[in-house]
């Protein structure tokens, strides 16, 4: 109980610093919007071919944002050492890299905010309750994965170079999974809650590994 | 042991490779379907199979670490992944040779190809995480950790894209499917390709000793030493 009202503690403070500062998140919508105009310009998009190219393009800006979200999501603590500080007030890690990964899952889940209707605007795409729930379901293991490595990076040199390299290969079965119900969510063929369902066991699997090793990323 | 010693070791490891080229060209039979490139098969399983002998090595020596926080096992883990890099470069390139002209492309996005490749890249990752973190007590941390979510996400990379699609071949070697002339061959180049890469293995930990030792802590890039002040 303890634990959770710890890592409730942590997500309020890093998303009232957000709500005061409000960096980040205008950054990162405006990020997720020029992507979709790049892809425009990149693709031949009309209505025919924007369902098979929507998909792709959507988990393309999703996991350079979460990347950015995440990189960015240790930088305030390094940079005023207040890490080290929430270290010794004795609350156990774990709970403390929850409140990480929950206050950058929360960042992430505005960005979709704007993303998943930006997709539908602009490439003219089906937004369904499926969708939602398989961008919703794959940001919970992405925030989880990236905090781990975003703690690591953060305490490395060359953080921004590392940490793309380390997140996008574990992201990729939520990438698999995500972007597959994705697609079925926007009319191809396929079973949606089987690949749900996937994503739902990949989260519980990927929140159990993380909680194991936020002892070894924080402690210094 | 003495340096003269690795070099022998290193010889005959060498030596069992050649018996094994030996044994694939020579007395394996040539395959009726696919002809002589099939003959990659012997070497691109086994390197298959060393690199994940290796990575589970990686795996073993990052947790003992986590666990005992013994550095001789993070030694043993950092020489296992280099190996273990080099035997997947292997079985990726042998791969793609071979599946041009059984595939009719090098590349397709199935299973044991995608978790191929992901491995390489995580490893890869491992490597440079060792080279940017300072060296020590936080580079053996992490990359234990990196190690360890490595080894736990390829199966689930496999297992994600199957239930996609695939179509590579599936384990042939376990239905008994080949000849025995074929197995004969199969199984010792396997040994032969495990020795090499448990000698490879021995030789790098050696090194790693080595350069642990060394009071800076840190080796010197060579281009440091030899440049002129």
């Keep these: 109980m303890r634990s959770f009202r710890i890592a409730a503690a942590v997500a309020r403070k890093d998303l009232l610093s957000e709500w005061r500062s409000r960096e980040m998140v205008p950054a990162l919508a405006q990020f997720v919007v020029l992507a979709l105009v790049i892809a425009n310009f990149g693709f031949q998009i009309d209505s025919k071919s924007a369902p098979a190219i929507a998909p792709g393009v959507l988990w393309l800006a999703l996991v350079f944002a979460g990347l950015v979200a995440f990189g960015r999501a240790f930088t305030a603590e390094r940079e005023q050492h207040s890490l080290e500080a929430v270290m010794m007030t004795g609350a156990p890690p774990t709970a403390v890299f929850m409140g990480k990964a929950l206050g950058s899952a929360a960042l992430l889940v505005v960005c979709e905010a704007v993303l998943l209707p930006a997709l539908t605007l602009f490439f003219g795409t089906p937004f369904s309750f499926g969708l939602v729930m398989a961008v919703l379901l794959a940001t919970i293991g992405m925030a989880a994965l990236g905090c781990v490595f975003a703690a690591m990076v953060a305490q490395l040199r060359a953080r921004e170079l590392l940490l793309p390299l380390l997140a996008i290969p574990l992201w990729i079965p939520f990438i698999v999974a995500g972007g597959q119900a994705v697609q079925v969510a926007m009319g191809a063929s396929g079973a949606l809650d089987q690949a749900l369902w996937l994503l739902v066991d990949l989260d519980i699997l990927f929140l159990v590994l993380t909680s194991l090793a936020a002892r070894f990323v924080l402690d210094d | 042991m003495t340096r003269s010693r690795y070099e022998l070791v290193a010889a005959g490891a060498v030596g069992l490779m050649l018996l094994a080229a030996a044994a694939i060209f020579l007395y394996a039979p040539t395959d009726a379907l696919q002809g002589p490139v099939q003959r990659i098969f012997y070497l691109h399983v086994s390197s298959a199979i060393a690199a994940f002998a290796c990575f589970f090595v990686v795996f073993l020596g990052g947790a003992v670490y986590l666990w005992k926080d013994n550095l001789a096992a993070d030694r043993l883990a950092r020489a296992a992944a280099l190996v273990g890099l080099v035997f997947t470069t292997v079985t990726l390139v042998m791969g793609m040779e071979w599946a041009k002209p059984i595939w009719g492309v090098y590349w397709t996005w199935d299973a044991r190809l995608t978790s191929t490749l992901v491995l390489w890249i995580i490893y890869a990752g491992y490597l440079l995480v060792r080279r940017l973190a300072s060296p020590g007590r936080q580079a053996a941390r992490f990359a234990a950790v990196v190690g360890i979510f490595g080894f ?64 800076m802590g840190e080796v010197v890039p060579s281009a440091a030493v030899t440049s002129p002040t």
Excluded: K
């Design chain 2, 152 to 215: 736990a996400d390829v199966p689930v990379v496999y297992f994600s894209v199957s239930w996609w699609r695939t179509i590579h071949p599936g384990p042939i070697v376990i239905n008994d499917a080949l000849p025995p002339a074929m197995l004969e061959t199969f199984l010792f180049t396997m040994a032969c390709t495990l020795v090499l890469a448990a000698v490879m293995v021995g030789i790098r930990y050696r090194i790693e000793t080595l350069q642990d030792a060394q009071p």
